[in-house]
């Protein structure tokens, strides 16, 4: 009996992604907002903050960009253009200002090495060129829900983070991956601080390494990662909150012990380990039953696990509602 493929509920036929043409236009985009002279002009400066990603050459070799689209990850809504996307970012290691990309800028990114270590058969250091020619990489459209209430879609290049899993080879013993990503206020303005324990920290279960949506990504709107977006590698998992998405990976560590994420430790009682994207449960302060989508203005119900409940809902069986959130 031939296999039947059923698309999931967020999934609709790629035609309905929003072209290339039509995202790139940033301009008319822009002024539909009415943001007028002022946001053209912040537009027309973002070449060059492209242009100008620090003195020395970035990471991501440009020839394996744009990688092949997977038809299974589509979207019900359209692409936020790479304008709106590349100058909206939290990147605390650089500050808090939304606009950070310029201070972001003097993120090295190259060379770029990452460890890894803990419950493996033999750690390793594998440099960041190695792993991007290593495993083929594919673009895929997400969804992606900050836990300040406004999203964005983007398209992400990478692979799977079960690769990565595959190529570390963990021992049996080991039940979460814990990321870690570089700590270097010399370089890095927003780690002078004392406010925040540095280096971020995020984790995951091995289920949810497993899990087909765990994304390591290395691009974005067809090319290399900008340092804004975490290059030269960041994590993305739609389901969850964004702060579990953790930019420019410096370590993956294997381990039998849960992770104690940067936010959590910080701030316990409003950011835990799961932080899996639910309505029902708010923050304590905001709710979460609606997201500004960032591109549009407009406001639409948030989705529980983001819209990807048919392919996560099963890890969390065993978890109260309250627990999917914290």
């Not at 770029?112 to 270590?117: E, G, N, V």
């Not at 639409?300 to 065993?318: E, H, I, M």
């Amino acid at each position: 009996m031939a296999a039947i493929h059923r698309k999931p509920a967020w999934a609709i036929a790629e035609t309905l992604a929003t072209p290339e043409a039509a995202f790139l236009n940033r301009r008319s985009i822009l002024q539909a907002w009415g943001l007028g002279a002022l946001a053209t002009a912040a537009l027309t400066a973002l070449p060059k903050v492209a242009r100008a990603e620090g003195e020395h050459k970035p990471a991501g070799n440009p020839a394996l960009y744009p990688a092949r689209r997977n038809g299974a990850y589509t979207l019900d809504r359209s692409l936020t253009p790479e304008a709106i996307n590349a100058t909206y970012n939290n990147f605390y290691e650089f500050g808090s200002d939304k606009g950070i990309y310029a201070e972001a800028r003097s993120l090295i990114t190259n060379p770029w090495a990452i460890d890894i270590d803990g419950m493996v058969e033999k750690p390793f250091i594998i440099e960041f060129a190695d792993l991007e020619a290593k495993i083929p990489l594919e673009e895929r459209l997400y969804r992606h829900r900050c836990v300040e209430a406004w999203s964005m879609t983007i398209p992400w290049t990478g692979f799977s983070l079960s690769r990565l899993v595959e190529l570390a080879k963990p021992l049996a013993s080991a039940k979460y991956i814990r990321f870690e990503t570089f700590n270097d206020p010399a370089m890095a303005s927003g780690q002078n601080g004392f406010l925040y324990s540095w280096p971020y920290v995020e984790g995951v279960t091995m289920a949810e390494a497993a899990n087909e949506l765990a994304f390591l990504v290395t691009g974005a709107y067809g090319k290399p990662l900008l340092n804004q977006f975490g290059a030269p590698i960041r994590l993305a998992l739609p389901w969850k909150y964004g702060f579990k998405s953790i930019k420019s990976i410096r370590k993956i560590s294997f381990t039998d012990k849960r992770p104690v994420s940067f936010w959590e430790e910080l701030a316990s009682n409003e950011y835990g380990f799961w932080a899996n994207v639910n309505p029902a449960v708010a923050h304590p302060r905001w709710s979460q039953a609606q997201e500004r989508v960032l591109h549009t203005g407009e406001t639409v119900p948030t989705l529980l696990f983001n819209g990807y409940g048919d392919q996560v809902a099963s890890l969390y069986t065993r978890l109260e509602n309250e627990t999917l959130y914290r």
